[in-house]
């Protein structure tokens, strides 16, 4: 259920939706499932078995397997803590919304009213003053990750019983009420009339695995994290499968949430739905378009509002603890720190680090941010496993671990799949995207903001692996 609720998250509502409609429409679900099946569920059953037989957080696991791998396993860590950083900003936003849903603050100018509540200053470059509601919500949100981690799991389990089934039936309520909406039916069909000439687009191909893996929150050492608290008799394939089904189909629903709504609008102001352009993607989509169409609703608008903005955030804080577990696990097991110490420093240091976000160009370093970690980090991780896993340990090893606590048996196609495919696929991307961003500077920016802001995160993530791994363990009792 938490690996459900890692995987489920803003990621399914606002990305997934506008990357099927770019890539294909009805058609990009052909890739989709065949990289959720060729490289997700794979990689989360390699990440699955190798938490729970170490039965340790990543770096001990890493180390477990070998002594000298224990900085990939602190890597994998450190990168979720990273994204934390800023989707926690998204969430205050979104907490500030879902007050802001219960009178429609916005009125009928959505747009101008977001670039208020942000102070936004249109650049990344000026930062402008601290907008007083993201900083309350960042309080607010860092503590609840506090409150839900500091004792351990049996009170994530708690959390998740409420957190994972809350917002699915909030987003069928939410699709139910689109649907029966006026031009619902334009938007869905826009979202899934299939373009199958995409098919033969490499790009599209590419979509489809990175939106798998960042969708099923794989190569983040989260899953290793959370498979090493699993019961002994765990049945890890079939886990594996059921939560990216599961994952999945969250993120089909959600197109059918957010394209009857855009359809709902376009059909409002006589426009056609590609006039909308980019306001069907990303924060656009959640703080400007969502809102606008929800104050033209003709019944109890600020009822949908509200229930749109708690099922984002209940959405995204199983995700937002999930980005922290793995480090305060991993300072835990090799430090010997309490839960609620190793806890604590990391929700503070992760409260100061976001801070960087809370002034008027918080929108544009996060979107800065987020091209890189999101685009690049995952997948390097990504391919570290592989290779390292595939190539330089033996395989089988944890294929015949999985198989041993599962009914359904995984066969020498998977050990194909982990040491040629995905890598092979890995490497594709990373290549295209480092290309691509050396041609065009990501938004034009100019180098060095990109080197800042960018480059340099990647780069000290990368090296304060190694010094973790470095520092000294003292002694401890048990
Ligand atoms: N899978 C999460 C989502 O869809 C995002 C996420 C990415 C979580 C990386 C953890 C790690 O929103």
Not at 316 to 338: N, Q, R, Y
Request: hydrophobic fraction near 55%; proline fraction near 4%.
């Amino acid at each position: 259920m938490a690996a459900i609720g890692s995987a489920v998250g803003l990621g399914n509502v606002w990305r997934f939706p506008y990357v099927c409609y770019e890539n294909g429409g009805g058609a990009f679900l052909i890739p989709y499932f065949i990289a959720l099946f060729t490289a997700g569920i794979p990689l989360m059953i390699l990440e699955f078995s190798l938490g729970h037989w170490a039965r340790r957080a990543p770096p001990e696991a890493f180390k477990k397997i070998k002594k000298k791998w224990e900085w990939i396993g602190w890597w994998t860590v450190l990168m979720p803590f990273a994204v934390a950083t800023y989707y926690v900003v998204i969430m205050a936003w979104c907490f500030s919304y879902m007050v802001y849903s219960v009178d429609l603050h916005w009125g009928s100018q959505a747009e101008v009213f977001f670039k208020h509540f942000l102070g936004d200053t249109g650049t990344p470059l000026v930062v402008g003053s601290v907008s007083i509601p993201v900083l309350l919500g960042l309080i607010a949100i860092w503590l609840s990750i506090f409150l839900i981690l500091y004792k351990g799991v049996d009170r994530i389990g708690k959390v998740v019983a409420l957190t994972v089934p809350l917002p699915t039936v909030l987003l069928i309520i939410l699709t139910i009420r689109g649907l029966t909406l006026p031009g619902a039916i334009e938007g869905v069909s826009y979202y899934l009339t299939p373009d199958f000439s995409s098919l033969g687009d490499v790009n599209v191909w590419l979509a489809a695995y990175a939106q798998v893996f960042f969708s099923l929150s794989i190569a983040q050492g989260i899953m290793i994290t959370y498979a090493s608290f699993l019961k002994k008799k765990s049945d890890i394939n079939n886990n594996a499968f059921i939560i990216s089904l599961a994952d999945a189909g969250t993120s089909f629903l959600a197109g059918f949430t957010v394209f009857s709504v855009v359809g709902y609008l376009a059909a409002t102001r006589g426009i056609s739905i590609d006039a909308l352009g980019s306001q069907i993607a990303g924060p656009n989509l959640t703080f400007i378009t969502y809102p606008t169409a929800i104050s033209l609703l003709p019944f109890a608008a600020a009822f949908f509002g509200v229930i749109f903005f708690i099922a984002l955030l209940t959405f995204g804080i199983d995700s937002a603890f999930s980005m922290i577990e793995p480090i305060s696990s991993s300072l835990h097991d090799k430090w010997g720190l309490t839960k609620t110490k190793a806890t604590g420093i990391m929700c503070l240091f992760g409260f100061f680090l976001s801070l960087t976000f809370v002034g008027g160009n918080g929108l544009h370093l996060l979107s800065i941010v987020d091209h890189f970690i999101a685009n690049f980090g995952l997948v390097m991780i990504g391919l570290v496993e592989c290779v390292t896993l595939g190539w330089m340990y033996e395989l089988y090893k944890l294929r015949n671990h999985a198989n041993d606590t599962s009914d359904f048996q995984i066969g020498k196609w998977w050990e194909l799949l982990i040491k040629y495919v995905i890598p092979t696929v890995l490497l594709t991307i990373l290549i295209v995207s480092i290309y691509r961003n050396l041609i065009h500077p990501y938004m034009g920016y100019p180098w060095w903001v990109i080197a800042t802001l960018g480059v340099i995160p990647l780069i000290i993530l990368f090296t304060s692996s190694f010094v973790l791994m470095k520092i000294k363990v003292k002694k401890r009792g048990a």
